[in-house]
């Protein structure tokens, strides 16, 4: 079955223990991206990834690191996490290949990550 | 950026026809618009998308007027189930992978 997988879907921790949030897809997607959704803000992008070894900022890449060292895996690596990352995160990933931002995302189940 | 508008919430009663609007004033000539849907606790679901004119699913269908500056998500027969988020997107080339601006979507609630 075609998926986007993250782990853990549900993570409580204290400020300044490093994380991992892993993100894997079977789809063979070249694109895959991190959002966080807060209450009343909706779905904002954290990073991005077009392919293999890149990666750039979404809108708030602030606290958080991504690597991209396969093609199915993206995870999301908060350094030391603070409350305000507090939050509902999910992963994305798409086709987008040669430019064709209009292939759909594909969503994972999201993590709700609780910083205290 | 092709940032997009929508209303907030809206309420339905089962077996209605429901329509969404969504604006988007500064689309790209390459630009597609894709309407997605979220219930709580998961992942948003792609629903529908499309260039111009009309597009229909087993789902939804889209109407895009002429200049494309808005587009119109129609639920035919809405049931309980179909209470969620909705969530309007444009992108393309032009717009780029960075910049698929979500917004907050509509909150539809369908009531018995």
């Known amino acids: 079955e075609a998926q986007v997988t993250q782990n853990p879907r549900y993570l409580i921790t204290v400020t300044g223990k490093k994380l991992t949030v892993t993100c894997s897809q079977n789809?063979?997607?070249?694109?895959m991206s991190w959002y966080r959704q807060d209450p009343g803000l909706g779905l904002r992008q954290i990073y991005y990834?077009?392919?293999?070894?890149?990666?750039d900022k979404g809108d708030v890449p602030e606290g958080y690191k991504v690597s991209r060292k396969e093609k199915r895996n993206f995870p999301l690596i908060l350094e030391s996490p603070s409350p305000n990352q507090t939050s509902l995160y999910f992963c994305?990933?798409?086709?987008?290949?040669?430019?064709?931002?209009?292939?759909?995302?594909?969503f994972g189940n999201g993590t709700r990550l609780t910083v205290t | 950026l092709a940032k997009t508008t929508q209303p907030i919430s809206m309420d339905s009663y089962e077996g209605q026809e429901v329509n969404i609007t969504c604006s988007h004033n500064?689309?790209?000539?390459?630009?597609?618009i894709t309407w997605y849907q979220q219930f709580p606790s998961q992942g948003p679901r792609f629903i529908i998308q499309?260039?111009?004119t009309k597009v229909t699913n087993e789902v939804a269908s889209l109407f895009i007027p002429a200049d494309r500056k808005s587009s119109t998500l129609s639920l035919p027969r809405v049931s309980l189930s179909d209470t969620a988020v909705y969530y309007c997107?444009?992108?393309?080339?032009?717009?780029?992978?960075?910049?698929?601006?979500f917004g907050t979507g509509t909150r539809l609630t369908v009531i018995p």
């Open positions: 994305a990933s798409s086709t987008f290949q040669q430019g064709a931002y209009n292939s759909p995302l594909h």
């Open positions: 789809m063979n997607h070249e694109y």
């Open positions: 990834s077009m392919n293999v070894e890149v990666t």
């Open positions: 500064n689309i790209a000539t390459n630009d597609y």
């Open positions: 499309g260039y111009k």
């Open positions: 997107l444009v992108g393309g080339p032009q717009t780029g992978a960075n910049n698929l601006f």
